[in-house]
């Protein structure tokens, strides 16, 4: 593991981390918990962006004053800078690959990740020793296609989870998923990317706060 960079937050000293994985180098950046961590919460990006994603940066700059390590991870194909993400095969061996990583920080791990990395979270949970899961955007079916569900992925988890859902996201409203061993909430108004319309809706701000008060509060009964 090769240590990248390292800059100061309103958190404290931000690290940048390299892993080498079985799928090539992936990369971590920490932002830590203020004072001692209770846990590490890992997230993934999805297929269609990167760590930059406005669910997965809120939740960087909230958690750490509540005493959670955020690590944002990127996936191999984005460090190597394509633009196609490979198949689910290969996103779960990079994320096998870093666990190492993030497990030797030492608090308790929670897995996570918004759309394609919350299936990666949740296909992988349970064989790496994650303490839940975290779902943000879980891509249910593909737009349109309800009867393509991925369900099965979310319900198998073996861990608790909990799934944050915009209310109108195409890959799956929070209505249509099945009844489960996991938590749910809803975004109002949002979309897989957790934007909000400007005229309806709590507003941008205020769903952002809507989705990091529910993780927090899941958190905080989980660890």
């Known amino acids: 593991m090769g240590r990248v960079s390292t800059a100061e937050t309103g958190h404290g000293a931000r690290t940048t981390d390299l892993v080498d ?42 958690l750490p004053a509540h005493g959670i390590t955020v690590a944002l991870v990127e996936q191999p194909w984005r460090v190597a800078g394509k633009r196609l993400a490979p198949a689910p095969k290969t996103l779960d061996t ?33 064989e790496l020793g994650a303490r839940g899961v975290l779902a943000l955007a879980f891509p249910l079916h593909p737009p349109g296609r309800p009867e393509r569900s991925r369900a099965d992925e979310l319900l198998g988890t073996g861990v608790p989870a909990l799934v944050v859902q915009g209310g109108r996201d195409p890959f799956g409203r929070p209505g249509e998923f099945p009844p489960g061993e996991y938590r749910i909430t809803e975004v109002p108004g949002g979309d897989h990317g957790f934007a909000v319309p400007k005229k309806t809706g709590p507003g941008q701000e205020a769903a952002l706060e809507i989705l990091a008060d529910a993780v927090t509060g899941w958190l905080a009964d989980l660890v």
């Open 94 to 126: 990079g994320w096998r690959g870093l666990w190492p990583a993030l497990a030797a920080a030492g608090p308790p791990v929670v897995a996570g990740g918004r759309s394609a990395g919350a299936r990666v979270a949740c296909r992988t949970a349970a």
């Open 21 to 62: 994985t079985d799928a090539g180098p992936a990369r971590i950046t920490w932002h830590p918990a203020t004072g001692d961590a209770r846990a590490v919460l890992a997230l993934g990006h999805g297929a269609g962006g990167g760590i930059e994603a406005r669910d997965l940066t809120a939740l960087a700059a909230a």
